[in-house]
């Protein structure tokens, strides 16, 4: 049990936490204490607290993991899990997050992924072939896809002599 920070001597009830400055700032506190730095906190509740539920342990269709095994390892085990766990993802990205969406930076550094050799040769294969089907719209993405490639490992190979 933690002690108030101020008298030292009651358990610590009531925790604050204040933002000065971009530092986060905790305090630990008993009641009386608070009262004293006009920190107004007042809970109430007639009757009993209600129990929360138990909570529903489902499991995803396809690897069975359980949503309880996602909450305490912080994984998933299969790509159906993040559509089968949506809102709980989506619930636990707010109270950590605030958001469900990316609002950070975006590093200098990161662009397109790098294509690997493997990954030219299947796209200059789709491009051959969508060339014979003349699906021409498709050609030219794929087409320019290899361009962009090539022209980022052209420049990379430049620095590299410099």
Not at 31 to 44: D, F, P
Not at 49 to 71: H, I, N, V, Y
Not at 107 to 121: A, F, N, T, V, W
Request: proline share 4%; with cysteine.
């Amino acid at each position: 049990m933690q002690l108030c920070e101020d008298c030292g001597a009651n358990p610590a009830t009531v925790h604050l936490t204040r933002i000065v400055n971009e530092t986060t700032l905790v305090s630990h506190l008993c009641e009386e204490c608070s009262r004293k730095k006009a920190i107004g906190v007042s809970i109430t509740h007639d009757g009993p607290m209600p129990e929360a539920g138990p909570e529903k342990d489902t499991a995803c269709p396809r690897c069975q993991l359980k949503l309880s095994e996602f909450k305490t390892k912080g994984w998933l085990g299969c790509s159906e899990c993040y559509r089968h766990f949506e809102k709980d993802i989506d619930s636990l990205l707010m109270q950590v997050h605030g958001s469900t969406v990316h609002k950070g930076k975006v590093y200098r550094h990161s662009g397109p992924d790098k294509l690997d050799i493997k990954d030219m040769e299947r796209l200059k294969s789709e491009l051959s072939e969508a060339i014979e089907k003349e699906e021409f719209e498709l050609a030219a993405l794929i087409r320019d896809t290899l361009h962009s490639f090539n022209t980022q490992n052209t420049g990379e190979a430049r620095d590299r002599a410099r």
